[in-house]
């Protein structure tokens, strides 16, 4: 059971996350959450020490939420090519079922603000991949290049088409999340 503490972070959260995907981060202030998530200011300066502290924490939140979603069900001892599959089929369905977080860490990720105050945790959105893709290169199943660039052109394709799709312009569906996947395992297999 939620505390009441986790409950009212949880609303300023959630009025973040909707404010910032209709305003964007330039549009954001403290008492426009507040009014959306119909509290006072000073309760969101209780729980936090700024508007940039509670984006940053917002950011390290829903970050941690998606490597969750996209690593659930993989180990270190899964065999690459099903950890591959599993990953970039979980993130199709974070894509698909957490709408408005995938739109928000788009924008944190284009954001000059988040790439100036946070010096990430650990790595980039991408970054806890790269094991698997070190064990692939090291296993041959993948080419002999840069982890980052294997990484980059495997899941670039699933962040533009699920924008595709959020907009009406691609039907994210089974068969075709399974074409994806089939595309980005070929484009860097050896």
Request: aromatic share 14%; with cysteine.
């Amino acid at each position: 059971m939620k505390t009441k503490s986790e409950n009212k972070v949880n609303l300023i959260y959630q009025a973040t996350i909707e404010l910032l995907n209709e305003s964007g981060l330039s549009e954001i202030s403290i008492s426009k959450i507040a009014k959306r998530a119909k509290i006072s200011s000073s309760i969101i300066y209780f729980y936090f020490e700024s508007k940039e502290d509670m984006l940053i924490k917002l950011y390290f939140l829903l970050k941690d939420q998606m490597h969750q979603l996209m690593f659930h069900g993989v180990t270190e001892s899964t065999p690459v090519k099903v950890g591959f599959e599993n990953i970039l089929r979980n993130y199709s369905n974070y894509i698909l079922n957490n709408k408005d977080s995938f739109l928000l860490m788009e924008q944190f990720i284009d954001s000059p603000f988040i790439r100036k105050k946070c010096k990430d945790h650990n790595g980039g959105v991408f970054k806890p991949m790269y094991p698997l893709f070190e064990r692939g290169i090291k296993e041959g199943y993948f080419k002999d290049l840069e982890t980052n660039l294997l990484v980059t052109y495997s899941c670039l394709p699933f962040v533009e088409m699920g924008k595709e799709y959020l907009n009406g312009a691609y039907e994210f569906s089974p068969i075709n999340i399974e074409k994806m996947i089939q595309m980005s395992w070929d484009a860097i297999k050896v």
